[in-house]
């Protein structure tokens, strides 16, 4: 009977979860490195640097997600699909599902800068350099990607019109943005290269630095996830405060001072849950049934984000309309494409 028991506990919480997760997490990681080399050899082709010819990949619209957010609204107020960019913009709507449904899933199972925050944060932990802010600097510091969040949503989501959205729309800048976002990383400003150098820098000292101060799509997610039906749950009755959840929790979240983790930090990642020594102290809980695998968690986020894919791909959302000759154009001309 306790021998049964213990097995269908594993099979509720299995303990191999966090290494499940950075398996996914890097499955997507190599994916997004194959799309940018792959997206690298377009543009040479785009810049007339060499004369092979490589298919543009859709998926690096994903780093678009300003664009994206424009296109939204565009298709909002307009009822007109994004089909210079749709993948990018098919890519934020399955991550905003995605953070309504199922929590900041997207943060803790896909988002390739969340595998590498995560990467910095355990060499840190070897290293013996990682280092947890108190409360007085962690406070501030989490409401800078809400105040950025929202700076976004003012100057695109309240203030655009229409007519400035369409004219950014069909802009020379939007149509090379993406080769404009290559060439910030291949050769950066000196401000941007010590930006992004002190990032990766304070990454391995302070845990998920980007992801958890700085990330304004992150905080949107976290906004959605509040309306989340995933809850993880504590039995205050039966936890030991033996603070195993709190220690493994990527977000740092105060697990052992909740009855139900609520907090927009919560990535889904159910790491909490499996490491807890007490049978059903903490859960992954839904409405009307307080215990679930949690590997539905995971397993419903990698499903929703690839129906969008498939669904993109069915309807004609996913491959751009503009010609390759045409962003050749504009790739040629870059450097003189002022934003618009």
Avoid at 228 to 242: A, G
Avoid at 308 to 317: E, M, P, R
Wanted: glycine content about 8%; aromatic content about 12%.
């Amino acid at each position: 009977m306790e021998q049964s028991r213990a097995s269908h506990q594993n099979l509720i919480r299995p303990k191999w979860i966090k290494s499940l997760r950075t398996l996914v997490q890097a499955g997507f990681a190599l994916f997004c490195l194959y799309a940018g080399y792959r997206f690298y050899l377009f543009y040479l082709w785009g810049t007339g640097q060499t004369s092979a010819y490589v298919p543009r990949p859709p998926s690096v619209e994903a780093f678009l997600p300003i664009s994206a957010l424009v296109g939204l609204k565009r298709l909002i107020l307009s009822g007109n699909y994004d089909m210079i960019h749709p993948a990018g913009l098919t890519i934020f709507l399955a991550a905003l599902c995605l953070g309504l449904l199922l929590r900041k899933g997207f943060c803790g199972w896909i988002c390739p800068v969340g595998f590498v925050s995560n990467l910095a944060e355990k060499t840190g932990r070897k290293l013996k350099i990682l280092w947890r802010p108190p409360i007085w600097l962690d406070l501030p510091l989490l409401s800078l990607k809400y105040l950025l969040l929202f700076l976004f949503l003012y100057l695109i989501a309240w203030k655009m019109t229409l007519e400035q959205i369409e004219s950014f729309h069909t802009s020379p800048y939007n149509l090379a943005v993406d080769a404009k976002m290559l060439l910030f990383f291949l050769s950066p400003s000196g401000l941007a290269a010590g930006i992004m150098l002190f990032l990766a820098g304070i990454s391995f000292v302070m845990r998920n630095f980007w992801c958890r101060y700085l990330c304004p799509y992150g905080a949107m997610l976290g906004l959605l996830a509040l309306g989340s039906p995933f809850q993880v749950k504590r039995d205050s009755s039966t936890c030991i405060d033996c603070k195993k959840c709190e220690k493994t929790c990527p977000a740092s979240i105060s697990i052992t001072t909740k009855d139900t983790v609520r907090t927009g930090e919560c990535i889904g990642c159910t790491e909490c849950v499996s490491v807890c020594p007490v049978e059903d102290c903490l859960t992954l809980s839904l409405p009307g049934r307080r215990k679930n695998s949690i590997l539905l968690l995971p397993a419903a986020v990698i499903g929703t984000y690839f129906i969008f894919y498939i669904a993109a791909l069915l309807t004609g959302h996913w491959y751009s309309e503009v010609p390759p000759e045409v962003m050749r154009k504009f790739y040629g001309i870059i450097a003189e494409l002022p934003h618009p």
